[in-house]
């Protein structure tokens, strides 16, 4: 930013200069064009972008606290192969129609069998993560659906609006970047273009030169 502004303020104090080219003003040009660009464009896209997945994820929240339902399970034992509380391998085995639960594999989280009684009434069995360690025995809150498979918590308000801001800033952010890459590739053309005008004028020197009929 800090060089092409100084480019900016020795274009202007040379715009009469007769060494200014062409594209000299092109390039500066572009380089406003860039910035006008990038400060009103971008912002822009970012906060449509964000009012849109904002509203998209407040809509999820919705559905998300409509249809899921915290139950009471019950700890039956450790699923097989994971650890009890004292650091031990368990070795109950997976039951048979066992449920998964949408927090299983995350950091923090142990497997255990567990019992519960969904919102149809029906009570289920499977594997489900927890958060901390549950004993056999041990009662634990469960979110699960409609038909009483366990699923992860619901999303709330405020994480929903936290991706909303992400996905604006990272709108705005790849707006930027399109703009930038595009004044990148314009100045890029327009150093080629100098560089094949001054082949042009060195091959025509050349041809030319000591000549006395030239004028060099």
Do not use: C, I, K, N
């Not at 020795?10 to 200069?17: F, G, T």
């Not at 069995?125 to 699923?151: C, H, I, K, M, S």
């Amino acid at each position: 930013m800090r060089a092409t502004l100084s480019f900016w303020l020795s274009l202007w104090r040379r715009r009469r200069s007769p060494l200014r080219r062409r594209s000299d003003v092109v390039e500066a040009w572009a380089g406003v064009a860039a910035v006008v660009l990038t400060l009103l464009v971008g912002p822009a896209l970012g906060w449509t972008a964000g009012s849109l997945a904002h509203e998209a994820l407040r809509e999820t929240v919705r559905d998300q606290h409509l249809h899921r339902h915290l139950v009471t399970a019950t700890a039956l034992a450790p699923a097989s192969g994971s650890t009890d509380g004292d650091g031990h391998e368990a070795g109950a085995g997976r039951e048979a129609g066992a449920g998964r639960d949408g927090g299983a594999g995350r950091d923090g989280y142990r497997r255990v069998l567990a019992r519960w009684r969904g919102p149809d009434g029906l009570e289920r069995t499977g594997l489900v993560a927890v958060r901390q360690y549950a004993r056999p025995g041990e009662p634990f809150p469960l979110w699960t659906d409609d038909r009483g498979a366990a699923v992860s918590r619901p999303m709330d308000g405020a994480a929903a609006a936290v991706h909303a801001v992400l996905a604006g800033l990272g709108a705005a952010g790849a707006a930027a970047g399109l703009v930038e890459g595009a004044r990148r590739l314009v100045v890029w053309r327009l150093a080629r273009r100098r560089y094949a005008e001054w082949d042009q004028a060195w091959e025509r020197a050349g041809h030319t030169w000591g000549r006395a009929d030239a004028g060099s």
